[in-house]
């Protein structure tokens, strides 16, 4: 029997769909297909459909079928970053096409719309999307794309992908719905109306650090042949061991989400009650201006918390500075707690003036909180709150 059927729960799905027992040596996981080529039964017939593995690999083909499946799609192309899947995402465009994306973005998301495909002549409109009124004033003749990330990078805004999905649909623009923050257990985008779901495989879906890749996942056969092609033309596919590592995450992605999220939760109430900080950005607080939306629209709130100090850069700095179980770095969706100040780390690709007008201070702290104990990962924030806190008095006494 199929462990692949579509009635399966989400948690079943994850870690059978696309995995099917070795049928040569009843090998439970799947292989990793190290070859670059293989032999073809006769010119141009390649056996089993592959020849080249830039082309298709059987490890990579698993994966796609797996986040096919987790996602509720009817297809997964793969990648080998996020970006490389964005990439692929705009080579779809030729100049003059136009796209209309939210104004809260990672920042590599808005580096590559500007100074990539903005120079052959694409244009881009950055909207609010947590107001669909926006987007729909936005939207152009030449409009392709209406690209959201929700809840987005490093906000947490949430925009209402129902709402958007009607307005695009009236207009025939694909809606295009970056699901990273939330994941598919979380959140089903194509489920609420999206055409195309994009992830960075390297966050929660790989959910160790250890791996960096993209996808995209949709329904329309004639758009996964588009970016079939370009996934093989431009080259920017995912080796067999990152296409490993990441069916071997996706095994564990429930469990995961719901630690994650359960610490986030009470991370982001303790934060509230602390007199340094000024704003907690949560989406499962009801200060939250679309706590709402996101009780409504996503399975809990996830993983991410974003606030700001009183002090601003400094106090942000100091704190950051002065973790013990949360690590300054870059990233986030792995299994340990990571801090980091997205003004001078994920998001310096953003000029300052857009990124303030978009609502990101300067002394923004981005947590991506882990799945250790949360009252370890309190009693850190507690002691460097101490720290920022004299960090600010020593410099306001100056």
């Known amino acids: 029997m199929s462990h692949n059927r579509e009635s399966d729960r989400f948690e079943t799905r994850a870690i059978h769909a696309g995995q099917e027992a070795n049928p040569e040596n009843g090998a439970i996981m799947t292989p ?8 073809q039964d006769a010119p141009a017939k390649p056996r089993g459909g592959y020849e080249y ?32 899947a964005t990439n692929a995402l705009l080579d779809r465009l030729v100049p003059g096409d136009h796209v209309v994306a939210g104004n809260d973005l990672y920042g590599g998301t808005y580096r590559i719309f500007k100074r990539v495909f903005e120079r052959y002549g694409i244009r881009f409109t ?15 003749p030449a409009t392709k794309y209406v690209y959201v990330e929700t809840p987005s990078n490093p906000l947490l805004r949430l925009s209402d992908i129902a709402a958007i999905s009607a307005i695009t ?11 990273t923050f939330a994941t598919p257990y979380l959140q089903q985008p194509l489920a609420l109306g999206a055409d195309l779901v994009l992830h960075s495989l390297t966050k929660y879906l790989g959910g160790h650090s250890d791996v960096v890749g993209g996808a995209l996942i949709g329904n329309d056969d004639k758009v996964r042949e588009e970016l079939a092609f370009f996934q093989n033309a431009v080259g920017g596919t995912p080796g067999p061991m990152d296409c490993f590592l990441v069916l071997r995450g996706t095994k564990t992605l429930g469990v995961r989400m719901d630690r994650h999220g359960s610490n986030a939760l009470a991370i982001a109430r303790f934060l ?14 009801e200060s939250h201006a679309q706590h709402a939306l996101a009780k409504r629209q996503m399975k809990n709130f996830g993983g991410m918390v974003s606030f700001e100090l009183r002090g601003g850069v400094p106090a942000g700095d100091a704190l950051a500075s002065s973790t013990r179980l949360f690590t300054l770095a870059e990233s986030l969706g792995g299994v340990e707690s990571l801090i ?4 001078s780390m994920t998001h310096a690709s953003i000029p300052p003036e857009t990124r303030r007008a978009a609502g990101l201070a300067d002394g923004l702290v981005r947590l991506s909180v882990g799945i250790e104990h949360v009252d370890d990962l309190i009693a850190d924030l507690a002691q460097a709150l101490d720290r920022a806190r004299a960090a600010a008095g020593q410099l306001a006494a100056r």
């Open 32 to 39: 990793v297909y190290f070859t670059s080529t293989y032999k």
């Open 169 to 179: 649909k009236r207009a025939k623009t694909l809606l295009v719905v970056d699901n």
């Open 126 to 140: 950055f909207v609010d999307t947590t107001e669909p009124a926006q987007v729909e004033r936005a939207l152009e």
């Open 272 to 285: 509230e009650k602390q007199p340094l900080v000024e704003k907690v950005i949560y989406p499962g607080l």
């Open 340 to 343: 980091e100040t997205p003004p």
């Open 53 to 84: 593995s830039r082309t298709s690999n059987p490890t990579r083909t698993a994966l796609q079928q797996n986040l096919a499946s987790l996602e509720g799609g009817r297809w997964g192309l793969c990648f080998s970053s996020g970006l490389a």
